[in-house]
């Protein structure tokens, strides 16, 4: 069990740039979930994954985002047209399957700066 | 929308007193998690409860789910230094969810 990666730890950027983050979840784990987390708040819901399929999406989330786990196993989030609102931790989890299965696994996250 | 709501905001206290956090959803929950946040670290997964009124322990931490299952707490006995960090719970809603929310957290600052 290598635990759940991301790539890159930090990435900055210039506003209206585009980025694209990597997740590699712990690897028998179906669910596979992105969060945003800003200084002093819990982590905040973005999307989530059942195997390839994404199930929920949060209402919130601007159509600048955008994420995909096209086999099943990795994911990607990307931004385009980053703002300085973007600027936040992304973080990754996963969960194993069966029951009750609730208990997520974060990996380090991505630390995004946006200037 | 869920909500979920927990106080204090932050606690200092000297090495060796006790130290309590409590979460508090606006809906029923299927289940709750607890999450510890070290400073500069991520979220590390400590335990879940999904039984109405259960209690669970590892070591100094004692955990309860209310009974109605719209609240739970987290007791640190006799803190440590190593206790430092920021204490999340994460509620789920009934219905079949796998999404939870997660609430603002604890900071705990444990003086020696």
């Known amino acids: 069990d290598t635990g759940v990666s991301q790539d890159p730890r930090h990435k900055i950027t210039k506003r209206g740039q585009n980025v694209t983050f990597r997740c590699d979840p712990i690897?028998?784990?179906?669910?596979l979930y992105w969060y945003r987390q800003t200084l002093g708040q819990g982590p905040e819901f973005l999307t989530y994954?059942?195997?390839?399929?994404?199930?929920?999406k949060s209402r919130l989330l601007s159509d600048r985002f955008s994420a995909e786990r096209p086999k099943g196993s990795f994911s990607t989030l990307e931004i385009q047209r980053t703002e300085q609102g973007d600027s936040a931790m992304y973080l990754c989890?996963?969960?194993?399957?069966?029951?009750?299965?609730?208990?997520?696994?974060f990996g380090p996250g991505t630390r995004l700066t946006v200037t | 929308g869920q909500q979920v709501m927990q106080i204090p905001q932050y606690q200092h206290v000297q090495e060796g007193e006790d130290f309590t956090t409590y979460c508090n959803s606006s809906?029923?929950?299927?289940?709750i998690q607890w999450y510890k946040q070290r400073p500069g670290g991520h979220p590390v997964f400590l335990i879940q409860?999904?039984?109405?009124?259960e209690v669970k322990k590892q070591k100094r931490l004692t955990f309860q789910f209310g009974e109605a299952k719209k609240n739970s707490s987290l007791h640190i006995t006799a803190t440590q230094t190593t206790d430092v960090g920021t204490y999340f719970c994460?509620?789920?809603?009934?219905?079949?969810?796998?999404?939870?929310?997660f609430g603002r957290g604890t900071s705990l600052i444990v003086h020696p």
């Open positions: 989890a996963s969960s194993p399957p069966g029951i009750p299965g609730y208990e997520q696994y």
């Open positions: 690897s028998e784990h179906n669910r």
């Open positions: 994954f059942q195997n390839e399929a994404q199930l929920e």
């Open positions: 809906t029923t929950l299927s289940n």
């Open positions: 409860l999904v039984k109405s009124g």
């Open positions: 994460a509620g789920t809603a009934t219905g079949g969810s796998y999404i939870p929310t």
